[in-house]
């Protein structure tokens, strides 16, 4: 009563007191939590050890951490509080020898109760570890559960631009900034997605395997981009800690995408070091763990596919490509220009997709090589005959490559089959930027699709006459917008936009003019964009209520971001006018 009167007198009402009280305790708990913690040097036997814990919390017990996570939902609505108490507890456990119960499945039934609690973001902080980094150490199937969200996220938005996305999403940035600040970590995390690629091949899983390592790699370069402190980014390891297991092989593959380095690649993997230990044949995916120098070159996929163009280019290089294809003029190549670079591409590309040693690599090299020789001998116009006048080749580039490949699809046991591997129908695609001229419109949409879902309609033969006709288009299209099913469709539409991307990054190092680089890549854009256009509009055909507006509102996202800069080219805006207008309408509110 005395209390009472005397804080009315001060003017201060019973829930101020009450508010006061309570933030004096939780504070108090807090610091107690905090200064708990110490660092000593114990001696035994005459060998010193580093010793750190908790001198008041022997052992964290499962009773502070229920009572503490009581304390934090009753907090709730005093965020300031909440958090304190939630950090403070979860430090301190990090810092005992945490003996809680075991779940079946391998949980710290005691901390994995907080992981709610954590926030998007963790405070990052030159003398303390993130807290999301102490759980993943407390509780490992944390970081497990975060990879899965993304992964999940990625599966089912497909149209997703996942180097942007995991720099922008605030959630997604602070997973990879927190990977980048524990090596070790990412390890694991890399490993998983690895483990989980093997199993099921998706192109979803093997594309955030690339991004994710892109961003790790990105981000040590550029650590205060992604919003680490000055002094915290000083301590950052070289990316050698991030893959103890291939560090010279990384420096090739994070270098720039040029000839004499795909050359290098070529002459490394071919030493018996970059074959798995399994080296018989039909040797099982299994044995490419993520320590593998194949496991890293996956994770830089911007290296298969310039190995691919590379393999059409002829000995050129996309700058003489794009000249040679504007101009219409056949270059005349010498074959020992030829020959170097068309071995070191033909060579990446079969160890990539059947690393194992032995006959079956050697005669998918050799195929390789002997498509790309009939490639440069369509391009360069050798098959004349001696009256000078152009002979009208029997099959086209795509029908010989699509036949050497499938020819091998059929010799490989089905643990490492080609026809499972998600790269094997890619190599295709080599063709249409390397060697634009030797492929028909018609054929650029048919290569595209194959490419995408592994499915090679009927397609008649095909006869050119030169590089006007071979470049110049067709009033009909073998490819039919009603054959495409929803699932090829979101397949191809996917392919165009992701292709484009590695396109640009392609361009950056072999362009000076950016003029050129800005060409070339149109160019690729309008001849791909009939058969992109078919698929999108295809999805809107076969789209439902059902379905969400989501995965159509993310396409919408991803066509405005491709149409930037896009070509001039009055029949493409037209169709892709037409798309927008569609969109809209599915958007728009009845």
């Not at 810092?95 to 954590?118: F, H, I, Q």
């Not at 893959?243 to 040029?258: D, E, K, M, S, V």
């Not at 070191?344 to 590309?349: D, E, G, L, R, V």
């Not at 054929?443 to 699709?449: A, P, Q």
Request: with cysteine; hydrophobic share 40%; charged share 20%.
């Amino acid at each position: 009563m005395v209390l009472d009167a005397a804080m009315s007198l001060m003017c201060f009402k019973a829930p101020q007191v009450f508010d006061s009280a309570i933030e004096y305790l939780v504070e108090t708990i807090v610091s107690v939590l905090s200064s708990s913690s110490s660092c000593k040097v114990v001696r035994y036997r005459k060998e010193e050890t580093l010793q750190f814990g908790s001198l008041s919390l022997p052992l964290c017990s499962e009773e502070l951490i229920e009572i503490s996570k009581d304390i934090i939902d009753k907090l709730g609505a005093n965020g300031r509080l909440a958090t304190l108490l939630f950090q403070a507890v979860v430090r301190s456990a990090a810092s005992t020898s945490c003996k809680a119960r075991k779940l079946a499945d391998g949980r710290n039934m005691g901390v994995s109760k907080l992981l709610p609690y954590l926030p998007i973001e963790s405070p990052l902080e030159n003398d303390k570890i993130p807290l999301r980094i102490l759980f993943w150490y407390q509780d490992p199937l944390s970081l497990k559960e975060d990879v899965s969200r993304i992964l999940k996220d990625v599966v089912e938005r497909p149209f997703l631009c996942l180097h942007k996305e995991l720099f922008e999403r605030a959630e997604w940035r602070d997973i990879v900034v927190c990977l980048s600040l524990s090596p070790s970590m990412f390890i694991n995390a890399r490993a998983l997605l690895h483990k989980w690629f093997l199993l099921t091949g998706l192109a979803s899983v093997f594309d955030l395997l690339a991004a994710l390592v892109s961003a790790i790699v990105d981000t040590v370069s550029r650590p205060t981009l992604w919003g680490i402190p000055m002094e915290l980014a000083s301590m950052l390891p070289f990316s050698d800690a991030y893959f103890p297991h291939q560090c010279q092989f990384l420096r090739i593959l994070a270098g720039p995408l040029t000839s004499s380095s795909l050359v290098t690649l070529a002459h490394t993997v071919s030493k018996p070091s970059a074959v798995p230990e399994r080296q018989q044949v039909g040797a099982n995916f299994q044995a490419l763990d993520d320590k593998t120098e194949w496991a890293l070159a996956i994770n830089f996929p911007d290296w298969f596919y310039f190995a691919s163009v590379m393999l059409f280019s002829g000995g050129s290089s996309l700058e003489n490509i794009h000249h040679r294809y504007a101009s219409q003029v056949s270059n005349s190549i010498q074959p020992c220009d030829v020959e170097g670079l068309s071995i070191a591409a033909a060579t990446y590309i079969a160890w990539i997709l059947n690393p194992a040693s032995g006959t079956i690599q050697e005669s998918l090299t050799k195929s390789l090589i002997r498509v790309s020789e009939m490639s440069v001998r369509k391009s360069c116009g050798s098959e004349e005959t001696i009256t000078g006048k152009r002979k009208k080749p029997a099959s086209s580039i795509v029908d010989d490559l699509v036949r050497e490949l499938d020819s091998h699809k059929t010799q490989t046991s089905s643990s490492s089959s080609l026809q499972n591997n998600v790269l094997v129908r890619r190599v295709v695609v080599g063709v249409l930027i390397g060697s634009p001229d030797a492929v028909t419109d018609e054929e650029y949409e048919l290569v595209l699709h194959y490419a995408a879902t592994g499915k090679l309609l009927a397609v008649k033969k095909l006869r050119f006459n030169g590089f006007k006709q071979a470049k110049g288009s067709s009033k009909t299209s073998m490819l039919q917008s009603n054959e495409i099913t929803n699932e090829e469709a979101i397949k191809g539409a996917r392919l165009v936009f992701n292709l484009t991307d590695t396109l640009e990054s392609m361009c950056v190092s072999s362009f000076e003019d950016e003029e050129d680089t800005h060409e070339f890549i149109n160019q690729f854009k309008l001849r791909s964009s009939k058969y992109l256009v078919k698929c999108i509009d295809r999805m809107i055909q076969l789209h439902c209520e059902e379905d969400g507006d989501l995965l159509l509102n993310d396409i919408n996202v991803r066509l405005e971001q491709w149409s930037i800069n896009g070509p001039e080219d009055p029949q493409l805006k037209e169709d892709l006018d037409t798309i927008a207008a569609k969109l809209a309408f599915i958007f728009s509110p009845l």
